[in-house]
DNA sequence: ATGGCAGAAGCATTCTGA
């Protein structure tokens, strides 16, 4: 069996249901994370992803943040544990959830979706949050891969991992997103044997996941890869394809992420 | 030094994002 796994930063949910619908319809996910829902867990419009045909798990806060999982409502997929937030930091604000789904009664995988701090720039106190976020994130899913070594780990990162994923790597040298203390802590992840699924299929430029809403950057194609899908080990061997639906962003009313998605074909 | 989009909150304008 095939399923098709995708993240997607969507910027608001309830601004975006015209495009997560054309989206859905058009590339017909079986697994996805979402981030910046942007909305409260009591506002989260679960009728959207039931009538789509999805089980959706939600963890938002009021105006800014926000991840959910959703997967295809089927006999296939059974949710057998929901985690929100990194356990025992207590962090104020809404940025992981994990789900533990058994697929075909066959293969128990850990699914995160993450939102990694933007950090805004090197100087700012919220950089220091981002770097903390990180390790606390690391340590997180170091403790997830000792009970379970099938882990998927898609979102923001926020974070693009090598120059070949920045349009200008010179106008960006050193920039927030793109500095070499968060490439070290994005490294963190590999030395858990977590891949960044897109490079294992993919090596050329020009591939990115964000654009700027100003200046035309879309439309000049001036984007980063900062959205990810980190495979284990289990999971890289079963890995046979990967993209970015870079139409999603030519949408009316668009977020200004596209998706990024994998595909995993497993034996039985 | 830079904030020209976009969304949320909430009703004019500020905060945040990347």
Known sequence: MSINIASWNINSIRARETSLQKWIVESNPDIIGLQE????DDQFPVE?????G?????????SYNGVCLAFKRSSLIKCEQVVRN??????EQARVITCCLMIND???INFISVYVPNGSS????????KLLFLQKLTGYVKKLLRENDSLCMMGDFNIAPTDLDVFDPDLWREKILCSSIERQQFSKFEELFLTDSFRLKNKKPNQYSWWDYRQGSFRKNEGLR???ILLSKPLVSVCSDVGISTDVRKHEKPSDHAPVWVNLDFNI
């Open 122 to 129: 090197l100087e700012d106190p919220k950089f220091k949050y």
């Open 37 to 40: 829902t942007k909305v409260i």
């Open 54 to 62: 999805f089980d959706v798990r939600f963890f938002g806060q009021k």
């Open 106 to 108: 066959h293969h128990r």
């Open 226 to 228: 900062i959205d990810h």
């Open 86 to 91: 990194i356990p025992i930091w207590e962090d």
């Open 48 to 52: 959207f992803f039931y009538d789509n």
